[in-house]
């Protein structure tokens, strides 16, 4: 209930304790639900299986193809046995061309983002387009860095339907992010390595 009342040229609208407690819980509530509905538009692009880790100070990483339009937010790494980075790791995202598109430093550490085994950071948004490809990667600042992949048989993995995994990618490159190009032979097997969070896909809208 809302009663005015007038002091000279001003109008005062005074609002009951029960309309303001219900305003309060309205608004909320709409908080809620915005802050829940970004959390559910956040996609990894793979999940992965644990195998046999191997290490160095390569960049590696993998060559995927976008089915629908998508917005990365973030880039990763793996982080074995899910405990921390034991040094900060250089994350790139190219074109088909090599043309570095985004970058990300995932701090050593426990300081990056953890989502199913892999640490992030966040990037200025950047819209990939469907039906381009391309290539994503690590690569450790100093030492050498556990990641999954490259051997036979492949590290199990599950690829969002918003992107279609291509084949692993490598560069020979002693703690430099470098544009991975050397493929792993025969077997269309990932370098894990690289990964990438987004915004968006196939049954998704991008703001």
């Known amino acids: 209930m809302e009663s005015v ?8 609208v005074k609002t009951s304790a029960g309309s303001q407690r219900i ?36 960049t590696n990483g993998w060559r995927f193809q976008a089915l629908a339009d998508i917005s990365v937010t973030e880039l990763g790494t793996w982080d074995e046995g899910s405990d921390g980075l034991p040094t900060s790791v250089d994350v790139g995202l190219w074109n088909d061309s090599g043309v570095l598109l985004a970058s990300a430093v995932v701090p050593v550490g426990t300081g990056g983002f953890l989502d199913s085994g892999f640490r992030f950071a966040s990037i200025t948004p950047i819209q990939l387009i469907a039906g381009q490809f391309y290539v994503v990667g690590a690569s450790p600042q100093s030492g050498t860095l556990a990641y999954q992949g490259g051997v036979s048989p492949p590290t ?21 992010l470098t544009f991975p190009t050397q493929a792993p032979g ?18 998704d809208s991008i703001a």
């Open 5 to 12: 009342v007038r002091i000279g040229s001003w109008t005062r």
């Open 23 to 58: 305003r309060v819980r309205f608004v909320m509530l709409c908080l809620l639900a915005v802050l829940a509905g970004e959390s559910q538009a956040l996609n990894i692009a793979v999940t992965i299986t644990p195998n046999t880790p191997m290490s160095d100070a390569d």
């Open 156 to 176: 199990p993995m599950a690829v969002n339907d918003a992107i279609a995994f291509d084949a692993g990618r490598y560069a020979g490159s002693s703690n430099t």
């Open 186 to 203: 025969s077997f269309p097997e990932a370098f894990f390595g690289g990964n990438l969070r987004f915004t968006g896909g196939l049954n």
